[in-house]
C-alpha cells in the first residue's frame, strides 16, 4: 500500500499504453499540455501532474526540488508505475526532472528536457527570486511575477488571446506555493553533472524563439548527454509544447517509436 501523492493529476489517453509522464513550468500548471497530450493520446496513456502548490494540488509553504521529485516518484508508486517510457518537464518541470535523474535514476525509459536549463541561477537572479517570493509572503498578487514573465515566456507572434489566458493561469495560481517555488528554484543546483552521467535517451525540445532558456543552452545540454537528441521548433517560443503541441507531439512520437506505441 503506498501513500497518496501530495498532488493532483490528470491522465489522457491510453490506460493499456505506455506512460508519459509530462511536468509543467512555473508558474503554471498542466493544462499546458493539454493539446500536446491529446495528439498523444491515441498511442500513449499520458499523465499530466500539478507539481504541489500549483493547479489542482493543494498550497504548499515550502518545497524543495527534491520534495517537487519525490512527489513524482509517489505518484508512480501510487499508479503502480515502474518507469514511464517518457519523463518529460519544461523549464521548472526540467529542473524537477533533472532532481528526479538524480534521487530515482533508472526510475525511467527515457529523459525529455523542454525549453530549459541544466545551470543554477545566478546570485542575482536567486537573490530576485528570493525577494520575489517573500513580496509574496507579504500579500503582493502573483501578477508582480507573472506580468514580468508574460513577454519572455511566449513568442512574439503569440495571439492576444494566447497571452491573456497564460497570463490568467499564471495569476491564479496560489501565491503560497509561487512563493516555495521561486525560492526552490533559487536553491536549485547544478545539474552539468548529471547530465553528462545520465546513460539514458534524452529528447531536448526548444522553441526558436524561446527568450527564457535559449537554443543555445540545448545545444549545450545535448553535447554533455550522450545518447541525446535535439529538435527545435520553429517560431515557437519558452513555451514550445503549449505554442505548437503538434510539432512537439510528432518530434515524441519518432522519439519513442513504434516500440512504445504497440506498448
Ligand atoms: C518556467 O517556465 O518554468 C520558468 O521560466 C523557470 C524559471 O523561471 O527559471
Do not use: K, N
Not at 508512480?76 to 508505475?81: A, K, R, V
Amino acid at each position: 500500500m503506498h501513500s497518496p501523492p501530495p498532488l493532483q493529476w490528470r491522465e489522457i489517453g491510453r490506460p493499456d499504453r505506455p506512460p508519459v509522464l509530462l511536468v509543467h513550468g512555473f508558474p503554471i500548471e498542466s493544462s499546458m499540455w493539454d493539446a500536446a497530450a491529446a495528439a498523444l493520446a491515441d498511442a500513449w496513456r499520458v499523465i499530466l501532474p500539478d507539481l504541489r502548490g500549483f493547479g489542482a494540488s493543494a498550497p504548499t509553504q515550502a518545497a524543495s526540488m527534491a520534495e517537487y521529485a519525490d512527489d513524482l516518484a509517489l505518484l508512480l508508486d501510487s499508479l503502480g508505475i515502474d518507469r514511464p517510457a517518457l519523463l518529460a518537464g519544461l523549464s521548472f518541470g526540467g529542473y524537477v526532472v533533472m532532481e528526479f535523474l538524480r534521487r530515482h535514476p533508472g526510475r525511467f525509459g527515457a529523459v525529455g528536457l523542454i525549453d530549459t536549463r541544466e545551470v543554477p541561477d545566478t546570485p542575482e537572479g536567486a537573490a530576485g527570486r528570493r525577494q520575489a517570493a517573500d513580496r509574496l509572503d507579504r500579500g503582493e498578487p502573483v501578477s508582480i511575477v507573472a506580468d514580468p514573465m508574460l513577454p519572455l515566456m511566449v513568442s512574439p507572434d503569440a495571439s492576444p488571446a494566447f497571452r491573456e489566458h497564460w497570463r490568467a493561469v499564471m495569476c491564479r495560481q496560489s501565491p503560497v506555493g509561487v512563493a516555495a517555488a521561486l525560492r526552490a528554484m533559487a536553491d536549485r543546483p547544478d545539474s552539468t553533472e548529471t547530465l553528462r552521467s545520465c546513460r539514458a535517451r534524452a529528447l531536448l525540445v526548444v522553441g526558436a524563439r524561446d527568450a527564457i532558456t535559449p537554443v543555445e543552452v540545448h545545444q549545450r545540454m545535448a553535447a554533455l548527454m550522450p545518447r541525446s537528441e535535439l529538435h527545435v521548433i520553429p517560431r515557437a517560443g519558452h513555451m514550445a509544447p503549449t505554442e505548437d503541441p503538434r510539432s512537439f507531439a510528432s518530434i515524441v512520437r519518432e522519439f519513442l517509436g513504434p516500440g512504445t506505441e504497440r506498448g
